[in-house]
């Protein structure tokens, strides 16, 4: 995925957003900090699941996106691993242990998801517009 050929020509004016959306609470959070990102059309939230499986279409859609962002909630990191691991680079990543949410320890809410979606979407925003759309639609 870095390499240098055509997909740079071909890229695509979205942003595609990866989160955990692991069985804890923080899993939860970051799941949600996704969706609340697609509902405002900062980024189309894609499937981290499939690009663990190297389902085709979702790995090409990966690889033309103009940007991507992957949100862990705890310190197993599995959506930058599942990345890295397929290959891309280049993708920022936020972690919500930074934010100081701790596994088991953090009640999930939409305070907790807003305490993140902005700083991530800081990390999103393009110079000019806003990418609209789902990764799997």
């Known amino acids: 995925m ?22 804890c609470d923080v899993g939860l959070i970051a799941d949600g900090v996704a969706r609340l990102l697609t509902e405002e059309k ?4 894609c499937c ?5 499986a190297g389902m085709a279409d979702i790995m090409e859609k990966t690889q033309l ?8 909630g705890c310190s197993s990191e599995c959506s930058r691993k599942i990345l890295d691991k397929a290959g891309f680079e280049g993708f ?20 907790s998801m807003q305490e993140v979606k902005n700083p991530a979407a800081l990390k999103l925003a ?3 517009g806003r990418p609209s759309g789902r990764c799997c639609s």
């Open 2 to 23: 870095g390499d240098t050929d055509d997909r740079t020509i071909r890229r695509k004016e979205y942003d595609l957003v990866f989160a955990c959306s692991g069985a």
């Open 42 to 45: 900062a980024a189309s939230m």
């Open 48 to 52: 981290i699941a499939a690009i663990g």
């Open 65 to 72: 996106a103009r940007r991507i962002i992957a949100i862990d």
């Open 92 to 111: 920022a990543h936020i972690h919500l242990e930074s934010f100081g949410m701790e596994k088991g320890k953090t009640p999930p809410g939409r305070d």
């Open 126 to 128: 393009p110079e000019t």
